[in-house]
Nanobody, 125 residues
Framework: QVQLVESGGGSVQAGGSLRLSCAASGYTSYGTYLMGWFRQAPGKEREGVTAIDRTGRTIYADSVQGRFTVSTDNAKNTLYLQMNSLNSEDTAVYYC??????????????????WGQGTQVTVSS
């Protein structure tokens, strides 16, 4: 079955950087699926952070544009999220998600049907 396992979370001071990884398994043709990152802060709804489609086109939430970068290594079936200039508002549990086959880039969570267990990111000021 499809499995998504995030890693790389942790605690960092404001202004610092982290790189999250999401290892995917249980299916083939990894690069043909929409992949995304979402996050959920305490007391808030889950929000879309970024997504990347099979052509490599990306979409970012306004709050992370210019600071976060999504990428994939199809040979390793791994999705990455490079996070720079972190601030306290980035504190959340970050989730990796897989969307539909050949689906275009979107931050609509209903377009994603497989989710990882999440990794905690804590930014202290």
């Amino acid at each position: 079955q499809v499995q998504l396992v995030e890693s790389g979370g942790g605690s960092v001071q404001a202004g610092g950087s982290l790189r999250l990884s999401c290892a995917a398994s249980g299916y083939t043709s990894y690069g043909t699926y929409l992949m995304g990152w979402f996050r959920q802060a305490p007391g808030k709804e889950r929000e879309g952070v970024t997504a990347i489609d099979r052509t490599g086109r990306t979409i970012y939430a306004d709050s992370v544009q210019g600071r976060f970068t999504v990428s994939t290594d199809n040979a390793k079936n791994t999705l990455y999220l490079q996070m720079n200039s972190l601030n306290s508002e980035d504190t959340a549990v970050y989730y990796c998600a897989r969307g539909g086959y050949s689906r275009s880039r979107t931050l609509d969570p209903t377009a994603f049907n497989y989710w990882g267990q999440g990794t905690q990111v804590t930014v202290s000021s």
